[in-house]
């Protein structure tokens, strides 16, 4: 069983690496896969949904604006008198009994100009047209009346329910009537809700989508769900289930947006994309609900397939390679035994004096020395293996814990797209006391950092920690740079000695306008690169290195970044890099650097100017880490 074990392990190994090199290409490519099916599924997806939206809002704008345009002809008889009341009657009689989009039509003085008779209202009941009398006290306090009369302008209600003439639900177009420039009353068309429910609700989309109206004020019209209609709006909702991005959708609903948005684990809505658009006629919105579930569920299927295809291929090549291996593996079983007693320690065991090729011949050869040197190697290891494995230890945890407080170079760090940052850490020895980071404040301010530790070793990588991690905490509370360096400051003066000062220079950036606040505490100066690949130092210091003074006040500058300049920031490892000759490359040679950089984005500016601090140094041993940081300020595109 043993023997059969060692058989397999060379087997197993080759299998493995086909596997996670199989394994790697398949889930590129599944992942390409679904990245590309994806886009556009919901290209497809979006295209289907903004198709059918604008059907519907073109069916229901076609009975609004009917109804718009008779008003028009109505107001035109009205104003040029050209018929007598009992003419006009008939004519508004024949219209509310023709037109289908037409439930009624008022006309309603208001009581000062009141006259018995003429306030009416014209309604279709039992496919004929009726008449009824009102009175100012009637209406006058009603929505409808008041809205436009105060506003003397067009007006168009939230769904109400007339009680006194049609018994239906109904929205109105109301006009002002005007005489001698004053405004004596107004004109009120009614629609039923009940039609515009009819278009709305019937659409289906997929296996379980659908549609719903909005109000202008958010109120749900129509919903498949009737417990919510009219009982809620699109605030409500988002208020009764702490929905903050619900409630911008309602905002931008109900200001005539168009978009087309993810909503995920709603409590309403559930995970679903949700598509809305506005109907201009009386500034309502149309929202068309597809379940992501429904979007996505053909690419899950085709990923399934490939994914089982993937694995009968994968299979298949690591049977044929493990059959092949265990061939290839007879010839050196016995020299596998012997070596496996020597790594237990057995010294001493007899290897086979031939092999069965040219390359086992030699590699016993090569293991009969390696006996001999370990017997001698293994008396002093045992001495100083203790103390080393202490010290490597160590190492190992701080040159870690330094290596994590480095952010990721990223194309857009933290998916900021006004962004490109890069930046590299080359220490002198296994840990250093050099750090740069960078992170979002909130959505439109971002901050960076670089800074220097005096000192090497374990403690500079521990302070380092510290001000990486207090950043981090102290930022959440403090906007501005200045506040920043000042808390920052006071920490390391309570937490470090006056030896282990810290040169830091903190920027931050407003992604809106392009501001950038920054404040240099003893710190080799910032750069900014310009776009016409000129270039201007900052030289100013705002305060003596952190950790010397507490409660010092320290400055700051405020400047305006513009579109594709970089911020380049160094730390005295640069500049105090020497040649051969125990020359300094200094602030001049950098500069020098700088004027010939060819570059385009960051990280090439990075490989650079690191690029020729190396040629400078002529292979001379670096004394001090390198840390280059550049970030390169793309403004967003309103």
Not at 181 to 189: D, E, K, S, Y
Not at 509 to 524: M, R, V
């Amino acid at each position: 069983m043993k023997q059969r074990q060692e058989k397999r392990g060379l087997a197993y190994q080759i299998i493995v690496f086909i596997f996670i090199s199989l394994f790697l290409i398949f889930t590129a490519f599944i992942g390409i896969t679904r990245i590309l099916f994806s886009h556009i599924m919901m290209e497809n997806a979006q295209e289907t949904v903004s198709h059918l939206a604008n059907e519907t809002t073109y069916q229901i704008e076609s009975r609004l604006t009917n109804v718009v345009d008779i008003s028009r002809t109505i107001l035109t008889l009205y104003h040029y008198n050209h018929f007598e009341r009992n003419k006009l009657d008939s004519i508004l009689h024949d219209w509310v009994y023709e037109f289908e989009t037409l439930e009624a039509i008022t006309i309603a003085y208001a009581p000062s100009y009141y006259q018995e008779g003429y306030s009416r209202t014209i309604f279709h009941s039992h496919n004929r047209a009726v008449y009824q009398e009102l009175h100012p006290a009637d209406y006058q306090y009603l929505d409808w009346f008041q809205i436009p009369f105060e506003l003397k302008s067009k007006y168009w209600t939230e769904p109400w329910y007339d009680a006194t003439a049609t018994q239906e639900t109904v929205i109105s177009y109301c006009l002002p009537l005007f005489a001698e420039g004053n405004c004596v009353g107004i004109m009120r068309l009614d629609t039923k809700l009940s039609a515009l429910q009819k278009i709305v609700s019937p659409l289906k989309l997929k296996h379980s989508g659908y549609a719903f109206l909005v109000s202008s004020i958010g109120t749900i019209i129509t919903h498949p769900a009737d417990s919510l209609t009219f009982n809620e709006s699109i605030f409500s909702l988002a208020e009764a289930t702490n929905d903050k991005n619900l409630r911008q959708i309602g905002k931008k609903m109900i200001n005539g947006n168009i978009d087309f948005v993810r909503l995920q684990d709603n409590a309403v809505f559930g995970d679903s994309w949700l598509y809305y658009c506005p109907l201009l006629t009386n500034n309502w919105s149309l929202g068309i609900i597809i379940p992501h579930k429904d979007v996505v569920g053909d690419l899950n299927l085709l990923l399934i397939i490939q994914t089982l295809f993937s694995l009968i291929i994968f299979l298949t090549i690591s049977f044929i390679v493990y059959y092949r291996t265990l061939s290839v593996s007879r010839p050196i079983r016995l020299f596998t035994e012997v070596a496996e007693r020597i790594g237990q320690g057995d010294f001493d065991a007899k290897l086979p004096k031939t092999g069965n090729s040219y390359e086992i011949d030699r590699l016993i050869l090569a293991f009969e020395k390696m006996q001999e040197s370990l017997k001698d190697y293994i008396k002093n290891l045992e001495i100083t293996n203790a103390e080393k494995n202490r010290i490597e230890t160590e190492v190992k945890i701080a040159s870690e814990i330094q290596r994590k407080l480095i952010p990721e170079n990223t194309l857009q760090p933290y998916e900021i797209k006004e962004l490109r940052c890069y930046g590299i850490l080359e220490p002198a020895g296994d840990i250093g006391g050099d750090l740069y980071d960078f992170f979002p404040i909130d959505k439109s301010h971002f901050l960076f950092v670089i800074a220097d530790v005096a000192g090497k070793g374990i403690v500079a990588s521990m302070t380092m920690t510290m001000v990486s991690t207090y950043l981090r905490t102290v930022s959440t509370y403090h906007y501005t740079a200045s506040e920043i360096m000042q808390n920052l400051n006071n920490f390391l003066c309570k937490q470090t000695s006056a030896s282990n000062f810290v040169t830091a220079l903190l920027g931050i950036i407003n992604l809106k306008n392009g501001e950038l606040e920054f404040s240099n505490a003893g710190h080799t100066p910032m750069i900014i690169r310009k776009t016409d690949l000129s270039y201007k130092i900052f030289t100013e210091t705002h305060s003596y290195p952190l950790g010397i003074f507490a409660n010092r006040e320290i400055g700051s500058m405020t400047i305006k970044l513009e579109k594709g300049e970089e911020i380049i920031l160094v730390t005295d490892g640069v500049t105090e890099t020497m040649n051969a000759t125990e020359d300094f490359l200094g602030l001049k040679g950098l500069e020098n650097i700088i004027k010939n950089l060819s570059s385009t984005n960051p990280e090439q500016t990075v490989r650079q100017i690191l690029q020729h601090v190396h040629s400078f140094a002529q292979n001379t041993p670096q004394k001090d880490d390198i840390t280059i940081l550049v970030i390169d300020y793309k403004k967003s595109e309103d």
